[in-house]
């Protein structure tokens, strides 16, 4: 079936470090793919989206590239800060469905 | 332009009870979908509203039912809650058009405890 699959944290950076988190998806069709961020105690935030394959989406310093030959949607940031400590989710949404679907979540944390 | 909102914040219930959550859709948007999230885990799909019916449902038991109202609002229902029914619900809203669903905006969640 459809699904997510992201890598496992938590992720320990100092501030200004390089972020890769991996994300990995498997799809009949061709997905639109998301980026959520969650805060501690709030809801989800859209960080950036992609809609289709070589699409790259950015936002905040944040960016993805819908990679359709490796079906992966790898989120990465040149310099991270304290302030992006929080959990990110991988997300797919079928052309033909209504249904997000979400990878378990990466918590990062950034030191200062 | 407003966001999404959800109601109440927090709220805790016992075995058996009944719970109602609600939900205001992002001005603009037609369409309303519901998840649930269990502590540490992503989002599950339980439903989705549009033009005030249900438009699609995941893997969730009958006892959980929604409404959309004609404002594009939207309730969720959970029926003889049970421990498990412990999560973070999460509403989101979007717009459909010509069939096609776009992204989607999530609301600060309700959560709910079940003792």
């Known amino acids: 079936g459809d699904s997510v699959t992201q890598m496992e944290g938590p992720v320990t950076l100092s501030e200004e470090a390089f972020l890769t988190i991996n994300c990995t998806y498997t799809?009949?069709?061709?997905?639109?793919l998301f980026w959520y961020v969650q805060y501690p105690g709030e809801g989800l935030q859209l960080l950036l989206k992609?809609?289709?394959?070589?699409d790259k989406g950015s936002n905040k310093g944040f960016e993805a590239t819908y990679r359709k030959e490796t079906t992966s949607f790898h989120l990465e940031k040149g310099s991270v800060q304290v302030s992006d400590s929080a959990v990110y989710f991988c997300?797919?949404?079928?052309?033909?469905?209504?249904?997000?679907?979400f990878g378990s979540g990466t918590r990062l944390l950034v030191r200062p | 332009e407003t966001g999404v909102t959800q109601s109440p914040t927090h709220l805790i219930k016992t075995r058996g009870q009944q719970v109602t959550l609600r939900c205001s859709s992002q001005?603009?948007?037609?369409?309303v979908s519901w998840y649930q999230q269990a502590l540490g885990q992503g989002p599950q799909f339980i439903f989705q509203?549009?033009?005030?019916?249900?438009?699609g449902r995941g893997n969730f038991p009958p006892r959980f039912s929604g409404l959309q109202f004609p404002n594009y609002s939207s309730e969720l229902n959970v029926n003889a809650l049970e421990l498990d029914d412990s999560a973070l619900y999460l509403c989101?809203?979007?717009?459909?058009?010509?069939?096609?669903?776009?992204?989607?905006?999530f609301g600060p969640g309700t959560r709910l405890t079940v003792l």
């Open positions: 989101a809203s979007s717009l459909t058009s010509g069939g096609r669903a776009d992204t989607q905006y």
């Open positions: 799809a009949t069709g061709y997905p639109s």
């Open positions: 992609a809609t289709k394959a070589d």
């Open positions: 997300a797919l949404l079928l052309d033909s469905s209504y249904k997000l679907i």
């Open positions: 001005s603009g948007h037609n369409t």
């Open positions: 509203y549009y033009r005030e019916e249900e438009n």
